[in-house]
């Protein structure tokens, strides 16, 4: 089914606002949104944040919303979904649109796994109805969902469509540029190349850590030193943080991405107050969600270097080309933390980039042996 077509169904639903966080088994539907004009589109900073932006949405107009995501993000929506639109608070209605990742029997990476298994268990658990579509659903059908999702937010509930693998066809690939000039994997490359020997490092989910990997296991044929976050979107700088207290005689860096950062930005204030000298905070910022198709984060006039400045960090730096690089030598070696670089990159990225061979466990074994 074209994006565009359940885009103008859910129009005629009398919806008029979408938020949400892109997610690449919607990338098509994604993509669609971006050129679809019949509504108000909002990318927000995460999946619970659009549930509170259909609250009030809601309030102000009487119009549910809809709200799209990643079956990962379900997480971040349980919260105000429980305790603020359920029935029995203040029923406040609203269309969920859901990518399936990890659906059982469907090989997918480590982190999609147990989500995948519990997702629908967790709308049945949030007394959310909810329809499964795939790419054989035709269009009858998925009006068919939809006139039952109605009934569902007519009577101040929510309503759930559980999104498989390929059900949506493109429309029109939707493509933009952020004028930036460094490119991120080159970055990463450099920035290992930096690395002091004996510090290590926790990178965030997405292509930043798949990057990072290869270009660890090109440079010194291991990636040991690297947690990857492979789930757990916007909590890196977190785990690097409680690495960097257990060892306060080793540099600990947080390779972060700005969709990421925004995800959980109270992280940036608590990082400050505790004050980690061994901290180091590095976000590449492409103003994008560029792993999942480069959906703009809707963010992207935050000045992340001075936010960090402003949240207390000891020494924050924007960073836009190759000179600049060169000066995060000094952040990586002699300068007291914690310090932030914000590098500006473009949305770059190799099609055929791999994605960790070992297992999940593997990967943790040998990064605690490489920091013991
Ligand atoms: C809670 C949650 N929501 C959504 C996703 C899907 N997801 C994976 S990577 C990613 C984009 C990350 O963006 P950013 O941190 O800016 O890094 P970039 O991909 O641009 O390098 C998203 C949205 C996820 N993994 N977890």
């Known amino acids: 089914m074209k994006a565009f077509e359940l885009l103008r169904q859910i129009e005629e639903m009398g919806i008029e606002v979408i938020a949400g966080v892109p997610d690449s088994t919607l990338k098509q539907f994604c993509d669609g949104l971006q050129l679809y004009e019949g509504f108000r589109h909002y990318v927000t900073a995460n999946e619970g944040a659009a549930v509170g932006l259909a609250v009030g949405t809601y309030l102000a107009s009487g119009k549910p919303a809809c709200i799209y995501m990643q079956n990962s993000g379900i997480g971040n929506a349980v ?61 009858a059908e998925m009006l068919a969902v939809l006139k039952e999702a109605k009934t569902h937010l007519d009577a101040n509930r929510q309503f759930a469509m559980i999104v498989k693998k390929g059900t949506f066809e493109a429309d029109k690939k939707f493509t933009w540029k952020n004028g930036n000039v460094l490119v991120r994997e080159q970055v990463l490359g450099r920035l290992l190349e930096m690395v002091p020997k004996e510090a290590c490092i926790v990178s965030t989910t997405g292509k930043i850590s798949r990057e990072l990997y290869e270009q660890s296991n ?155």
């Open 79 to 139: 919260n105000p979904l429980a305790s603020l639109a359920n029935g029995d608070v203040y029923g406040i209605p609203m269309l969920f649109i859901v990518g399936w990742r990890g659906e059982p029997g469907v090989k997918d990476e480590p982190q999609h796994v147990f989500q995948g298994k519990i997702t629908c268990k967790l709308f049945e658990t949030m007394e959310v109805p909810y329809a499964v579509v795939d790419a054989a659903t035709t269009e």
């Open 218 to 372: 090109r440079l010194f044929g291991n990636h040991d030193s690297i947690f990857m976050t492979v789930g757990g979107m916007g909590h890196a700088s977190m785990i690097a943080f409680g690495i960097a207290q257990e060892k306060p005689e080793k540099k600990v860096i947080c390779i972060d991405g700005d969709g990421a950062v925004l995800m959980h930005m109270g992280a940036l204030a608590f990082i400050a107050s505790h004050a980690p000298e061994n901290y180091v905070h590095i976000v590449l910022n492409n103003q994008a969600h560029e792993s999942v198709g480069a959906m703009p984060t809707d963010c992207g006039k935050t000045d992340f270097a001075a936010l960090a400045r402003a949240a207390g960090y000891a020494y924050a730096e924007r960073i836009t080309d190759e000179a600049g690089l060169a000066r995060i030598q000094e952040g990586l070696s002699d300068r007291k933390g914690p310090v932030f670089y914000e590098i500006m990159v473009s949305l770059d990225s190799r099609a055929d980039l791999s994605r960790p061979k070992e297992t999940a466990k593997e990967n943790r074994d040998g990064f605690m042996g490489a920091i013991k």
